[in-house]
């Protein structure tokens, strides 16, 4: 209902309405198609479980036949091949045998890291250790509320760090007079970003495609700034008031699976998957602060929330409507 109302919001305003309620359509349209997987649980897991060992035949043969030089080596990105690896380390999780599980998902880590990023290849390996950690929590029993607040602690701190330590970064090139192109373009498109939220800040500009700022500092208040932060992209998409919908709706996600996960009514293949998928959730408003991916289905991390999102949905509802364990 949330995320319903964002939309209603967000498609009405803005300098291009009638691209924003495209847009709002195809992702009301995803939803549905999305709805219909949730029916049957049983044969979603078993037809899951081939996807991870196949895709990562899928992607070796590819990367084999035609090789790609990686962003990490200054190289090209393979969207393509590098979706397919998010996709297929989400279904490794599902994998029954914890020799072929590992592998599997250090496989579709180490091809990310080559295809993407190193940072993408951090962000997988923090998802496993949170997936481990959910399991641990579980399996300790009351003890796991604590670890939960600790957790979350540790989360804002992390962020708290990554604001102070790119701050930092920022005036230490600037005094130092040695400028690292690509780190100072953003933070220049950081600035005009916040420059352009003051004449609209309620309700931002509407849905826009990315781009464009000039390294001249001359910018284009129409076109949405290529700000490389996610927060700051979706004030300007649809201003504080939609920021805050999504923040609500996006908690409440994360909350509604931590719960799901800690009250013992799935079995193991269901809480690694719903494990995963919050991980993921979790991960992506790290990734906000480097990357604009507000419901962008176009690049990875836009791919993996929407994964995650529409993938927890039909888990829990079966367990709602059953009230017993699956698998």
Known sequence: MSLAIYLAISSGVGLNPIRSVGYAALIFLFMFVMSFYGRNVEEIYQAARLCGPTIALTVLSVSIVHPFNGSTFGGIQPNSLAKA????????????KRRFRLPLQLFFIAV????????????????????WFFGYARAIGRVHL??????TIAFFVVLAFMFYATGNLAVELDANNQKDRNVQNRFDAWDLALEQIEFSPLIGYGFRTRANYRLDGIYEPRASVNAHNGYLNFVLDSGFIGLALLTVFWTTEIAKNVLQILRYQLDRTGTRLLSVYTAI???TTLMWLSEPITFNFGNFWSLAFAIALFGSL????????RGKRYA
């Open 85 to 96: 690896c998010l996709v297929g380390f989400s279904f490794a999780f599902l994998e029954h």
């Open 112 to 131: 990310i890291v080559l295809l993407t990023s190193r940072a993408s290849g951090i962000v997988l390996v923090a998802t496993t250790i949170a997936v």
């Open 146 to 151: 604590p670890l939960i607040a600790v957790a």
């Open 281 to 283: 959730l979790v991960a």
């Open 314 to 321: 039909p888990i829990r509802e079966a367990v709602r409507k």
